[in-house]
């Protein structure tokens, strides 16, 4: 019986955890998918479950090797970012996953910004707007300052792609694509860690950058493999599309964030850009790509929720809404009062609409898309100029016929496709492994 070569790409996600199985062509044998479940930390806050995400990687490694018709060739990660595991000299982790969106205490961020300059030159250098426990490197010196004890038998801090790879290597690794997303450590234009990352002693704890493309051989009961060192599933995301490219482009990846990334813009973000939560990601490859956030997932499910409630009906029901070519949107709400802090998707007109103001829930659903994909398209061109004639949607909204139907009729001059990649962030931790390595 003939043997199938494959690559086994772990992605795991906020909310799915995923083990896809790809041919020697990048193409999809199987998925399997599950939710896990999330823990608390020792102050109740919510967080994932790091021994449930173990297991998951042990049962789908069993898994696999019980399959004859399949011979393992390769593994590699990709995971969300801002998130560190502190392990001790055993490879032991001592501490839950911490969740990025913990409250971050404004003793210690104005304790390091006066230290380092100010807000506005430690964003300009680090090519991050100030985003608190988002900020990894921001993790990491709560960590050092609130449990020093902890901190002191920690051997090293691994962003969660690099963890999952020790699992199966043993060895502690740092990489770009981890390192280069909104983390606060990297100096930009120095193209090394940051000087208050140095002058706080925090690289002791981080482990020596290899390539995005590195990979250890691995033997696990009895078989051998290469598994490589892991990618921040954004940055992952971009690897397939870069690799095909064949004009500029850019890539809006959309879910709970909805992430613009220009790979062909590596210009200094102003101080406009940054306050508009604009960024920058090291590519695969080490290159600067610059980027801009939207909080445009979250928002569409807040106001969904406002919706259904309006008209006793359901999420289900309104995402699957049908284009009606007689909507005539609403003009945008005037006179919203922000604070200078406000993020870009705070000025999104329908959170200051009334639902009950609609004929009926197909209609304030229109309205709603039509106000966020105004929005979107602000962020969009923070970081995308008239050059940008082709526009990847890929995500959670490429399903919403009406998010997709307003994206291309307020960009009449762009061409916006659907991303050509289903599983972007796991084929390009699979390109990054290389091809049957």
């Known amino acids: 019986m003939a043997v199938l070569p494959i690559l086994a790409i772990f ?28 823990t608390a930390d020792k102050d109740g806050f919510p967080c994932d479950d790091l021994a449930a995400i173990e297991s998951f990687v042990f049962s789908g490694l069993d898994f696999i090797l019980e399959q004859e018709a399949w011979e393992l060739t390769g593994v590699n990660f990709s995971a969300y970012g801002a998130s560190l595991v502190y392990i001790d000299a055993s490879g032991k982790a001592l501490t839950p996953l911490y969740n990025y969106l913990k409250p971050y205490p404004d003793s210690l961020a104005e304790t390091l910004l006066n230290r380092y300059g100010g807000l506005e030159e430690w ?18 010196y709560r960590f050092k300052t609130e449990a020093p004890d902890l901190y002191r038998c ?33 100096n930009y234009k120095k193209h090394n860690y940051h000087e208050w990352v140095l002058k706080e002693g925090l690289t002791e704890k981080l482990a ?84 801009a956030r939207l909080f445009g997932g979250q928002e569409h499910e807040n106001q969904v929720a406002r919706i259904a409630s309006c008209f006793g009906t359901t999420a289900e029901e309104l995402i699957n809404t049908s284009i009606d070519p007689h909507f005539e949107p609403a003009g945008p709400v005037t006179g919203i009062d922000l604070p200078a802090s406000a993020a870009l998707i705070d000025s999104i007109s329908f959170r200051y609409r009334n639902p009950a103001s609609f004929m009926h829930a197909k209609q304030a659903y229109h309205q709603l898309i039509y106000d966020l994909v105004y929005v979107q398209i602000r962020s969009l061109q923070l970081v995308c100029g008239a050059e940008t004639n082709l526009l990847y949607l890929d995500g959670g909204f490429v399903h919403n016929k009406l998010f997709l139907h307003f994206l291309q009729t307020q960009l009449p001059d762009t061409r916006v496709e659907i991303a050509p990649f289903s599983q972007a962030s796991a084929i390009g931790a699979a390109l990054a492994l290389g091809a049957l390595c």
């Open 154 to 186: 920690t051997s090293y801090a691994l962003h969660l792609p690099q963890y999952l790879s020790y699992l199966l290597t043993g060895k502690a690794f740092s990489e770009f694509t981890s390192i280069g997303c909104h983390t606060g450590l990297w």
């Open 208 to 291: 020596p950058i290899v390539p995005s493309s590195h990979k250890e051989q691995v033997n696990y009961k009895g078989r051998n493999f290469w598994c490589g060192v892991g990618l921040h599933d954004s940055s992952a995301a971009l690897v397939p599309y870069m690799e095909a490219a064949s004009q500029p482009f850019a890539l809006l990846s959309t879910g709970t964030w909805c992430i613009t990334l220009n790979p062909y813009n590596s210009q200094p973000l102003t101080r406009e850009e940054l306050a508009a939560d604009c960024l920058s990601y090291l590519s695969y490859k080490g290159n600067q790509i610059k980027a």
């Open 11 to 38: 992605d795991i996600g906020k909310t799915n955890k995923k083990l896809l199985i790809f041919d020697s062509n990048y193409q999809l044998v199987e998925q399997r998918t599950q939710r896990v479940e999330e």
């Open 123 to 140: 964003s300009a250098e680090t090519a991050s707007p100030f985003l608190g426990s988002l900020n990894s490197g921001l993790q990491l």
